[in-house]
T-cell receptor
Framework: DADVTQTPRNRITKTGKRIMLECSQTKGHDRMYWYRQDPGLGLRLIYY???????NKGEISDGYSVSRQAQAKFSLSLESAIPNQTALYFCATSGGRISGANVLTFGAGSRLTVL | SQQGEEDPQALSIQEGENATMNCSYKTSINNLQWYRQNSGRGLVHLILIRSNEREKHSGRLRVTLDTSKKSSSLLITASRAADTASYFC????????????FGKGTLLTVNP
């Protein structure tokens, strides 16, 4: 099994629908992140969490919410999806500053299409 | 806002040639990392270079860092078709800011 598992891998939905993307990890990492990737724009951080009680907004959090249900689980919700939220979404984890560095382990991605 | 910017945006070479990708950034950093992404897949960490290091090697990868110019380069030697992927630099500013900021990536195509 993958260290970081994202579900669903692909989802097509309609404008206005509520969507949840789920992420679970077996790395035992405290830190979890949600990134969005759009062609030509690289990865942009949506939300991040350093532990179960710590949730922080990233650079593009508007229109999104998150829930850290447990150390191993971090879900991303789109309360009312809109077409410009069509993108590839990545969950990532890190063990924090082990050896002074913050290295990310990524999931395989969730491709979301909003019609 | 993007911290790192890769150059070129796309690079096409023949198998066996070397590939060089560059990354420029704007603010001081604790370390800089390079990641690889095969088409539509998750990113995979390749190599990390700290701000007090100037060069680092890992297999066919060589990374340099020039903090005075706020730039880094990734060299892949003797490229293979399997190296075809997008390559991203990511900067870590250190301190309490535990977030990595990614550039837009360089798409490398290695032709057999």
């Amino acid at each position: 099994d993958a260290d970081v598992t994202q579900t669903p891998r692909n989802r097509i939905t309609k404008t206005g629908k509520r969507i949840m993307l789920e992420c679970s990890q077996t790395k035992g990492h405290d830190r979890m992140y949600w990134y969005r990737q759009d062609p030509g724009l690289g990865l942009r951080l949506i939300y991040y969490s350093f532990d179960v009680k710590d949730i922080n907004k990233g650079e593009i959090s508007d229109g999104y919410s998150v829930s850290r249900q447990a150390q191993a689980k971090f879900s991303l919700s789109l309360e009312s999806a809109i077409p410009n939220q069509t993108a590839l979404y990545f969950c990532a984890t890190s063990g924090g500053r082990i050896s002074g560095a913050n290295v990310l382990t990524f999931g395989a991605g969730s491709r979301l299409t909003v019609l | 806002s993007q911290q790192g910017e890769e150059d070129p945006q796309a690079l096409s070479i023949q198998e066996g040639e070397n590939a060089t990708m560059n990354c420029s950034y704007k603010t001081s950093i604790n370390n800089l990392q390079w990641y690889r992404q095969n088409s539509g897949r998750g990113l995979v960490h390749l190599i990390l270079i700290r701000s007090n290091e100037r060069e680092k090697h890992s297999g066919r990868l060589r990374v340099t860092l020039d903090t005075s110019k706020k730039s880094s380069s990734l060299l892949i030697t003797a490229s293979r078709a399997a190296d075809t992927a997008s390559y991203f630099c990511a900067t870590d500013r250190g301190g309490s800011n535990y977030k990595l900021t990614f550039g837009k990536g360089t798409l490398l195509t290695v032709n057999p």
